[in-house]
């Protein structure tokens, strides 16, 4: 089935304890991202990768890293999670890097900071 | 920076009337505006999009305009059923990023029986 996952789901931590979000897809997709999503203000990009080893910043990219060392995966890092960083998470992947594609989400990573 | 804005954040409807949801963006170079659909506890998914060489687009229930003088799309629903119930996002391209979308904030629809 062609999907896109993350682990974990749900995710409780504490302030400053460094973290990963995996996420991979089985689509051969190239382009991926990460999302947040807050109440109030829609899904913002974090990051976002056009292929394997290129990767850029979206609009909320401070505080998170992330990798793309092969095509199906895409792990997005917290280095020192802070409270403000609890949120939704989601990634996301396309075909290929173009406007008119469809964006597959993976189901939804929930994470509290305390 | 570029934003999209979505109204209502929230709507009620009684099953069967129709619901409106509209967006202005304001990046004049953006050609392609998406809608997606997030049921309770679930991911966001496509349910129709429309390309800015096109002023209307429809399928079954569903139908999105786009008026690109005024900057604005709107996502209309007709004959709405329970199932219609999730939030509903906008969301319009980026011309400064391949694949870039800007997203609204959001409209919350509940259809009630």
């Known amino acids: 089935e062609a999907q896109v996952t993350q682990n974990p789901r749900y995710l409780i931590t504490v302030t400053g304890k460094k973290l990963t979000v995996t996420c991979s897809q089985n689509?051969?997709?190239?382009?991926m991202s990460w999302y947040r999503q807050d109440p109030g203000l829609g899904l913002r990009q974090i990051y976002y990768?056009?292929?394997?080893?290129?990767?850029d910043k979206g609009d909320v990219p401070e505080g998170y890293k992330v990798s793309r060392k092969e095509k199906r995966n895409f792990p997005l890092i917290l280095e020192s999670p802070s409270p403000n960083q609890t949120s939704l998470y989601f990634c996301?992947?396309?075909?290929?890097?173009?406007?008119?594609?469809?964006?597959?989400f993976g189901p939804g990573t929930r994470l509290t900071v305390l | 920076g570029e934003n999209v804005e979505q109204h209502p954040s929230t709507l009620s409807v009684q099953e069967g009337d129709s619901a409106v949801i509209k967006c202005t963006y304001s990046?004049?170079?953006?050609?392609?505006f998406p809608w997606y659909k997030q049921e309770l506890g679930k991911r966001p998914q496509l349910i129709i999009d429309?390309?800015?060489?096109?002023g209307e687009k429809k399928d079954q229930r569903i139908a999105v305009t786009l008026n690109k003088t005024a900057k604005h799309f709107s996502l209309h629903i007709t004959e709405t059923q329970p199932e219609d119930s999730a939030v509903y996002f906008c969301?319009?391209?980026?011309?400064?990023?391949?694949?870039?979308?800007?997203f609204g904030a959001g409209t919350r629809l509940a259809v009630h029986p």
């Open positions: 996301a992947s396309t075909p290929v890097a173009s406007t008119y594609n469809e964006q597959f």
């Open positions: 429309i390309r800015s060489n096109v």
């Open positions: 969301a319009a391209s980026f011309s400064g990023g391949y694949n870039k979308l800007i």
């Open positions: 990046d004049s170079a953006s050609n392609y």
């Open positions: 689509m051969n997709h190239e382009y």
């Open positions: 990768s056009m292929n394997v080893e290129v990767t």
